[in-house]
C-alpha cells in the first residue's frame, strides 16, 4: 500500500466481511431481514458481498443517483429513504417506468400535496412509505398522530400512488452509551413502530413493510415480531463513533484513509500529513464522546500510553499530534492545562514514529462521510492492495 498514491480510501477486506457476517446472523436469528444501507459505501462490490452474507431484501438509497447505479447493477428492489420532493417525481417516475420497484418516503400532508399534483403527470403508480418520529431526532409522524392515519388515508385514496407501510430511524442511538441505553432505544423503535402499524390496521389499512433501523439498535434489538426489515448501513465498516458507543472495537473498522508525511513542525510537536479534513470529512463525530479523536486516530495505536490523531485539518493538509490515552478524554476547563502539558511529554518520538515520506493509516469518525469524499476504494489483504472497486457520488 506504501505505493498507492495519497490521499486514498482503504477497505480491509478481511474486516469488512466479519462485519456483515455479524449483523446478517444477528438479524437471521431474530427471524427478520436485512434491508442495507448502502449509502455508506455506495458500492456494488460491498453490496454484493452484504447480500452473499444472506438474510437481505432489496436495499436503501439516500440519493436517485445511487438508485440508478444499483438499478443499473441489477438490484430492483430499492427504498429511497429521504423525504421525496416533488423535483424529483420525474425522475422516481422514469425508474419505475424502466422496471425498478422503488418506494419513496413522506412525512407530511404539505408535501404530500404537491407530489400528488407531480404524479398525476406520469404513466405509474408510486410506493409510498410514512416515516415516523420515534425519537425526536430528526424527520417524521408522530406514531401517536392524528396525521398518521390522515397521511395513510389521502394515499390509499390516490390514484396515482399505493401506501406501502411505515419506517424509522432511531438516530438518537448515536448517543447511546451503555448496553442498557442501545438496548431500550432499540426497543423504543420498534415497539413504537408497532404501535403505528396497530393503529393503522384498526383503521383499516395495512402495512406491507414495517421498516426500523441504525447500526446501534440494529445490533442492540432482541426481538423483531412484527417487523418485516432491519436497515443499516456503518455497520459494514464501522468507524471511531461507532466504537465510542461500544458497538465495535476499535480493531473492528475496516475503513481507513491514507495519507503521507510531507513535513514536521518540530516546535510545535506536530506531523503534517497530505490527508486533510478533504480526505477524511468535516465530521467530527468523536467530539462529544468521552473519548475524542479530533478527525481521525493514527492506526495502528502505538504504545499503550501514546495514540496519534488528527488533531486538526486543513482541505488538504492534517495535523497529527501525540496525546497521552488518558488525555483522549474530553476535558473539562480546569484539565485543559495538564492535557496540553500530557501532549508535550509525550509528542518528544513523533518524529521517529512518522518520517516524511512514511504512509500512514487514519480511522475515520464517520465511515458515511468519509466514503463519500472518494469515487473508488483499495481493497486490502495481508497489506497488499489486490482490488480497486469503484462507487457512486453525487447526487
Same mark, same amino acid.
Request: charged share 20%.
Given at each position: 500500500?506504501?505505493?498507492?498514491?495519497?490521499?486514498?480510501?482503504?477497505?480491509? *477486506?478481511?474486516?469488512?466481511?466479519?462485519?456483515?457476517?455479524r449483523?446478517?446472523?444477528?438479524?437471521?436469528?431474530?427471524?427478520?431481514?436485512?434491508?442495507?444501507?448502502? /449509502? %455508506?459505501?455506495? &458500492?456494488?462490490?460491498? %453490496?454484493?458481498?452484504?447480500?452473499?452474507?444472506?438474510n437481505?431484501?432489496?436495499?436503501?438509497? &439516500?440519493?436517485? *443517483?445511487?438508485?440508478? +447505479?444499483?438499478?443499473k447493477?441489477?438490484?430492483?428492489?430499492?427504498?429511497?429513504?429521504?423525504?421525496? %420532493?416533488?423535483?424529483?417525481?420525474?425522475?422516481?417516475?422514469?425508474l419505475?417506468?424502466?422496471?425498478?420497484?422503488?418506494?419513496?418516503?413522506?412525512?407530511?400532508?404539505?408535501?404530500?400535496?404537491?407530489?400528488?399534483?407531480?404524479?398525476?403527470?406520469?404513466?405509474? $403508480?408510486? /410506493?409510498?412509505?410514512?416515516?415516523?418520529?420515534?425519537?425526536?431526532?430528526?424527520?417524521?409522524?408522530?406514531?401517536?398522530?392524528?396525521?398518521?392515519?390522515?397521511?395513510?388515508k389521502?394515499?390509499?385514496n390516490?390514484?396515482?400512488?399505493t401506501?406501502?407501510?411505515?419506517?424509522?430511524h432511531?438516530?438518537?442511538? +448515536?448517543?447511546?452509551?451503555?448496553? *442498557?441505553? /442501545?438496548?431500550?432505544? #432499540?426497543?423504543?423503535?420498534?415497539?413504537?413502530?408497532?404501535?403505528?402499524?396497530?393503529?393503522?390496521?384498526?383503521?383499516?389499512?395495512?402495512?406491507?413493510?414495517?421498516?426500523?433501523?441504525?447500526?446501534? %439498535?440494529?445490533?442492540?434489538?432482541?426481538?423483531?415480531?412484527?417487523?418485516?426489515?432491519?436497515?443499516?448501513?456503518?455497520?459494514?465498516?464501522?468507524?471511531?463513533v461507532?466504537?465510542?458507543? @461500544?458497538?465495535?472495537?476499535?480493531?473492528?473498522?475496516?475503513?481507513?484513509?491514507? =495519507?503521507?508525511?510531507? @513535513?514536521?513542525?518540530?516546535?510545535?510537536?506536530?506531523?503534517?500529513?497530505d490527508?486533510?479534513?478533504?480526505?477524511?470529512?468535516?465530521?467530527? =463525530?468523536?467530539?462529544?464522546?468521552?473519548?475524542?479523536? @479530533?478527525?481521525?486516530? $493514527?492506526?495502528?495505536?502505538?504504545?499503550?500510553?501514546?495514540?496519534?490523531?488528527?488533531?486538526?485539518?486543513?482541505?488538504?493538509? =492534517?495535523?497529527?499530534?501525540?496525546?497521552?490515552? #488518558?488525555?483522549? /478524554?474530553?476535558?473539562?476547563?480546569?484539565?485543559?492545562? &495538564?492535557?496540553?502539558?500530557?501532549?508535550?511529554?509525550?509528542?518528544?518520538?513523533?518524529?521517529?514514529?512518522?518520517?516524511?515520506?512514511?504512509?500512514?493509516e487514519?480511522?475515520?469518525?464517520?465511515?458515511?462521510?468519509?466514503?463519500?469524499?472518494?469515487?473508488?476504494?483499495? $481493497?486490502?489483504e495481508? @497489506?497488499?492492495?489486490?482490488?480497486?472497486?469503484?462507487?457512486?457520488?453525487?447526487?
Amino acid at each position: 500500500i506504501e505505493d498507492l498514491p495519497t490521499p486514498c480510501c482503504l477497505i480491509d *477486506k478481511a474486516k469488512m466481511q466479519r462485519n456483515i457476517a455479524r449483523l446478517s446472523a444477528h438479524i437471521g436469528s431474530l427471524n427478520c431481514t436485512l434491508r442495507p444501507h448502502v /449509502k %455508506t459505501h455506495k &458500492s456494488i462490490e460491498v %453490496t454484493k458481498a452484504i447480500v452473499d452474507a444472506g438474510n437481505v431484501k432489496g436495499i436503501t438509497v &439516500s440519493t436517485l *443517483k445511487e438508485a440508478d +447505479y444499483f438499478f443499473k447493477h441489477g438490484i430492483n428492489d430499492i427504498l429511497y429513504a429521504v423525504g421525496i %420532493t416533488p423535483n424529483k417525481i420525474a425522475h422516481v417516475a422514469h425508474l419505475i417506468e424502466q422496471g425498478c420497484d422503488l418506494t419513496v418516503v413522506i412525512d407530511n400532508e404539505d408535501m404530500l400535496s404537491l407530489i400528488f399534483e407531480k404524479m398525476a403527470q406520469h404513466n405509474c $403508480v408510486f /410506493k409510498v412509505i410514512i416515516e415516523l418520529d420515534t425519537d425526536g431526532h430528526r424527520s417524521g409522524v408522530n406514531p401517536h398522530s392524528d396525521a398518521l392515519i390522515s397521511i395513510a388515508k389521502h394515499i390509499n385514496n390516490n390514484a396515482h400512488a399505493t401506501f406501502e407501510g411505515v419506517m424509522t430511524h432511531a438516530g438518537e442511538s +448515536y448517543a447511546c452509551f451503555t448496553e *442498557k441505553a /442501545k438496548q431500550d432505544m #432499540a426497543a423504543q423503535e420498534r415497539d413504537l413502530t408497532l404501535h403505528a402499524v396497530k393503529r393503522l390496521f384498526e383503521e383499516g389499512i395495512h402495512c406491507n413493510t414495517v421498516s426500523i433501523g441504525s447500526t446501534p %439498535t440494529a445490533f442492540a434489538v432482541d426481538q423483531l415480531d412484527g417487523i418485516t426489515e432491519v436497515r443499516a448501513g456503518v455497520y459494514v465498516f464501522f468507524d471511531l463513533v461507532m466504537a465510542g458507543l @461500544g458497538v465495535c472495537h476499535i480493531d473492528d473498522i475496516a475503513m481507513s484513509v491514507l =495519507g503521507t508525511i510531507i @513535513g514536521h513542525q518540530k516546535d510545535k510537536g506536530w506531523v503534517i500529513t497530505d490527508a486533510g479534513w478533504m480526505a477524511m470529512s468535516r465530521d467530527r =463525530g468523536t467530539a462529544n464522546h468521552p473519548q475524542d479523536y @479530533g478527525y481521525g486516530l $493514527v492506526a495502528p495505536s502505538i504504545g499503550r500510553n501514546t495514540c496519534y490523531i488528527m488533531s486538526d485539518a486543513n482541505q488538504e493538509h =492534517g495535523i497529527i499530534t501525540a496525546v497521552s490515552s #488518558a488525555s483522549l /478524554k474530553s476535558p473539562s476547563e480546569d484539565q485543559s492545562k &495538564s492535557q496540553t502539558e500530557s501532549q508535550t511529554q509525550v509528542s518528544g518520538d513523533i518524529f521517529t514514529h512518522f518520517p516524511v515520506a512514511k504512509a500512514i493509516e487514519i480511522l475515520p469518525n464517520h465511515a458515511c462521510a468519509t466514503a463519500a469524499q472518494y469515487d473508488h476504494y483499495y $481493497v486490502v489483504e495481508k @497489506g497488499v492492495a489486490v482490488d480497486k472497486w469503484h462507487s457512486v457520488t453525487g447526487w
